[in-house]
């Protein structure tokens, strides 16, 4: 995956768990949701509605872990900053501003999420601004309430299954989680935390 920061080894590292996981992060302010005339409502699949709860602003706050499926003892960094969401034709896709900081350096990036209604899924696709390339999608939807995302990448050269997280903490307060396997999905370990409040 080209999504690393070119600042220091373990920046480079961070990178690859940022960018898999922009795609879960963002958020929505009141009043923003561009409105959908009732007629279309009715004629549009319930997954396509999925993430009109996030169109906004919204604070970001993140947890990466330094080296995801390392030896290395567990080192979590922190980020600070915003997500913005703007919904794109009518409701079909929308896309995500991502801008946070901390000490170890800043992330600014872009997930592009589109709907594919004969499938009823979402992709989401991310990029880094800083090389401008693009991540391999991952695939999902909500179930009960809980966002559920999968894909294939890789770290360091060797293939991983990535798996995203979302989990609705109330009209103003969200979860994104992403988690790494190296072994077929049998494991998964935890790397990237976020909690976004609506500003």
């Known amino acids: 995956m080209n999504t690393h920061l ?6 480079k590292r961070i990178m690859v768990v940022c960018m898999s996981l922009l795609a879960l992060t963002a958020g929505a302010a009141p009043g923003e949701a561009a409105p959908i005339p009732s007629t279309a409502q009715a004629s549009v699949a319930d997954g396509q509605r999925s993430f009109d709860w996030e169109i906004g602003t919204w604070r970001s706050h993140v947890r990466v872990l330094a080296n995801p499926l390392s030896e290395s003892p567990d080192e979590w960094l922190g980020f600070e900053g915003t997500s913005v969401v703007r919904p794109l034709m009518g409701g079909r896709s929308n896309v995500v501003e991502f801008n946070v900081q901390g000490a170890t350096g800043r992330i600014e990036a872009l997930n592009l999420r589109l709907y594919e209604p004969q499938a009823d899924r979402w992709s989401l696709t991310f990029v880094n601004m800083r090389d401008g390339l693009l991540t391999p ?7 009960d309430g809980v966002g559920e ?15 995203f997280l ?14 790494f396997s190296d072994d077929g999905g049998e494991t998964w370990e935890t790397n990237w935390i976020v909690v976004d409040k609506r500003i």
């Open 166 to 179: 979302i989990v609705r903490q109330g009209p103003d307060k969200a979860r994104f989680e992403q988690a």
């Open 6 to 11: 070119k600042i220091t080894m373990p920046q």
């Open 137 to 143: 999608a991952v695939y999902g939807g909500f179930h």
């Open 149 to 163: 995302f999968y894909g294939d990448d890789q770290l360091d050269g060797r293939p991983i299954k990535v798996r």
